[in-house]
């Protein structure tokens, strides 16, 4: 239900357009919660038939703007302070490292070590924004600095991560077969 959630976030903040919400989720979601447009639609429609939201305003093509109604404000509420977060983590790169075994020695460091890269990029990436904004202090813009700030920091630690594992399967799978890994400080 986060997608629900995050809608409704986003609209707390000022109404918006379908396609005004997928640029906010392209330049701000993105890092924490990814959607597609046929997503942002289809619970645009589930939202205000459930009375969450309204149409606020149209434009040209059938632009439809929506704001949050009350009872929308309320479920937000509900959410940030009834349900605990889903801590489920799911991550296809990280799925594939359970499965690298199945490469030769020299796929798995190149798998890891481009991992290592992509992180890095996104750290800079994140960085970039953050030392560009302007930071004007208000509510909506401290919590979305520390959702960048997360992100900044997650990609260092997945970075740095990526290349211990590198090194880590490198040396380990260049051993004797059979041979049981050691247990190597990763700090």
Same mark, same amino acid.
């Given at each position: 239900?986060?997608?629900?959630? =995050?809608?409704?976030?986003?609209?707390?903040?000022?109404?918006?357009?379908?396609?005004?919400?997928?640029? %906010?989720?392209?330049?701000?979601?993105?890092?924490?919660?990814?959607?597609?447009?046929?997503?942002?639609?289809?619970?645009?429609?589930?939202?205000? &038939?459930?009375?969450?939201?309204?149409?606020?305003?149209?434009?040209?093509?059938? %632009?439809?703007?929506?704001?949050?109604?009350? &009872?929308?404000?309320?479920?937000?509420?509900? @959410?940030?302070? *009834?349900?605990?977060?889903?801590? #489920? $983590? %799911?991550?296809?790169?990280?799925?594939?490292?359970? $499965?690298?075994?199945?490469?030769?020695? &020299?796929?798995?460091?190149?798998?890891?070590?481009?991992? =290592?890269?992509?992180?890095?990029?996104?750290?800079?990436?994140?960085?970039?924004?953050?030392?560009?904004?302007?930071?004007?202090?208000?509510?909506?813009?401290?919590?979305?600095?520390? =959702?960048?700030? $997360?992100?900044?920091?997650?990609?260092?630690?997945?970075?740095? @991560?990526?290349? @211990? #594992? #590198?090194?880590?399967?490198?040396?380990?799978?260049?051993?004797?077969?059979?041979? *049981?890994?050691? #247990?190597?400080?990763?700090?």
């Amino acid at each position: 239900m986060s997608l629900r959630h =995050a809608l409704l976030g986003l609209l707390a903040e000022k109404p918006a357009s379908g396609y005004d919400l997928l640029k %906010r989720f392209e330049t701000s979601l993105s890092m924490v919660w990814p959607a597609q447009q046929s997503q942002v639609y289809g619970e645009l429609a589930k939202l205000k &038939e459930a009375g969450l939201i309204e149409v606020t305003g149209t434009g040209a093509r059938n %632009r439809r703007d929506y704001g949050i109604t009350e &009872e929308g404000r309320a479920e937000l509420h509900r @959410w940030l302070t *009834e349900v605990g977060p889903d801590l #489920a $983590f %799911r991550s296809a790169a990280l799925l594939r490292v359970f $499965f690298l075994w199945t490469l030769s020695r &020299e796929e798995g460091v190149a798998y890891l070590r481009d991992f =290592a890269r992509e992180n890095s990029a996104r750290q800079a990436a994140l960085e970039q924004v953050r030392d560009t904004a302007t930071w004007v202090g208000d509510p909506v813009q401290v919590c979305g600095w520390l =959702a960048l700030e $997360f992100g900044i920091r997650g990609s260092q630690n997945t970075a740095d @991560w990526a290349e @211990w #594992a #590198a090194a880590q399967l490198d040396e380990q799978l260049g051993g004797n077969p059979g041979e *049981e890994p050691s #247990a190597a400080d990763p700090t």
